[in-house]
């Protein structure tokens, strides 16, 4: 069955960026502050408008899931008729409007990515107890085959021997595609050990504490040069990963649902999103409870 309504893209060539460790991050902390006032530095001066990207994404994201639920809501509407109330049209309608609106979750996403990348891989938008289950920012695609496994489990989901074949087929090739980018993503954190991070990470010291005593302000400015093209590769590297990861997960649903019915689609995408509301709730939940304790 053939829904969603973008085609799904091959993961991009990901190239290996060297990154640095956190203590490089505290050493350069006076340097960067010296070239945010100046007009040289793009990438620094983009980083004001971090705090912008993550409010009108949060407000997006609430937006969002609003609309979700209230998809939800009409999947197990239809899901309850069965096929005796509703025409194969309107199922396939209701299907497309689901996968469009996880569309939308995407084309936003890489869009906001794209002007501070590193939020998402720990965003404030969701509860701790949601980033607790983030594989490279969002859902493990390998969780689906287990969620159609139990699924199958029913009597009203009943996949045909051929259809369980197919999607064992494409079980295997997901597992394929999230060891890639997981291989690609280690490699980004072995290079924390690269001799020119650590190299870097001296010469920011160095910077740093000749500045303190008066002098060293070109110094300064070459270092926070370097700081600024190297943050360029690392945040282009974490990009490229996120968008790897992303594919995979498009890959993975636009996989399972062309090899369901139209109802199987309905119970199969119903289940998901009850899933990920419920683990949002549960997490509600526990920021509330927690917020109670630490006022008592």
């Given at each position: 069955m053939?829904?969603f309504?973008f085609?799904i893209?091959?993961?991009p060539?990901?190239?290996?960026s ?13 340097t960067l502050?010296h ?10 001066n983009?980083?004001r408008?971090n705090?912008?990207?993550?409010e ?6 609430d937006n969002?899931?609003l609309?979700?639920?209230q998809i939800l809501?009409q999947l197990?509407?239809v899901s ?7 025409t194969?049209?309107?199922v396939q309608e209701?299907?497309?409007?689901v996968t469009?609106?996880?569309k939308?979750?995407?084309?936003v996403k ?6 501070h990348v590193l939020v998402f ?5 969701l509860t ?7 594989w490279i920012t969002?859902?493990k695609?390998?969780?689906v085959f287990?969620?159609v496994e ?5 009597t009203?989901f009943?996949?045909?021997?051929e ?13 394929m595609?999230?060891e890639?980018?997981?291989s690609?993503?280690?490699?980004q ?5 690269d001799?020119k991070?650590?190299e870097?990470?001296?010469m920011?010291?160095?910077?740093r504490?000749d500045?303190g005593?008066?002098?060293?302000g070109g110094d300064?400015v ?12 690392v945040?282009t ?5 996120m968008?790897s990861?992303d594919c ?5 649903l ?10 199987q689609c309905?119970?199969?995408?119903a ?7 419920r683990l949002?709730?549960?997490?509600k939940?526990?920021?509330i409870a927690?917020s109670?304790m630490?006022?008592?």
């Amino acid at each position: 069955m053939h829904l969603f309504p973008f085609p799904i893209v091959s993961s991009p060539p990901l190239s290996i960026s060297s990154l640095f460790p956190s203590s490089f991050i505290t050493l350069t902390n006076h340097t960067l502050s010296h070239a945010l006032s100046t007009s040289h530095f793009p990438l620094l001066n983009t980083m004001r408008n971090n705090n912008l990207v993550v409010e009108n994404f949060s407000e997006f994201y609430d937006n969002w899931v609003l609309k979700l639920e209230q998809i939800l809501h009409q999947l197990l509407q239809v899901s309850k008729k069965k096929t005796n109330g509703n025409t194969e049209q309107e199922v396939q309608e209701l299907v497309s409007k689901v996968t469009s609106h996880i569309k939308q979750y995407y084309t936003v996403k890489w869009g906001a990515a794209h002007e501070h990348v590193l939020v998402f891989f720990s965003p404030p938008w969701l509860t701790p107890l949601e980033n607790a289950y983030l594989w490279i920012t969002g859902w493990k695609p390998s969780t689906v085959f287990k969620l159609v496994e139990s699924l199958n489990k029913t009597t009203t989901f009943n996949m045909t021997q051929e259809q369980e074949n197919k999607v064992e087929e494409l079980r295997m090739r997901i597992k394929m595609e999230e060891e890639k980018v997981e291989s690609e993503m280690e490699r980004q954190q072995v290079a924390l050990a690269d001799r020119k991070t650590v190299e870097l990470a001296k010469m920011c010291s160095r910077a740093r504490n000749d500045d303190g005593g008066g002098g060293g302000g070109g110094d300064v400015v070459m270092v926070a040069e370097k700081v600024g093209v190297t943050m360029k590769g690392v945040l282009t590297g974490l990009e490229k990963i996120m968008k790897s990861s992303d594919c995979v997960r498009l890959k993975t649903l636009k996989g399972v649902l062309d090899l369901l019915t139209p109802m199987q689609c309905v119970y199969f995408l119903a289940a998901n999103i009850a899933m990920q509301l419920r683990l949002r709730q549960w997490g509600k939940k526990r920021d509330i409870a927690g917020s109670i304790m630490n006022d008592k």
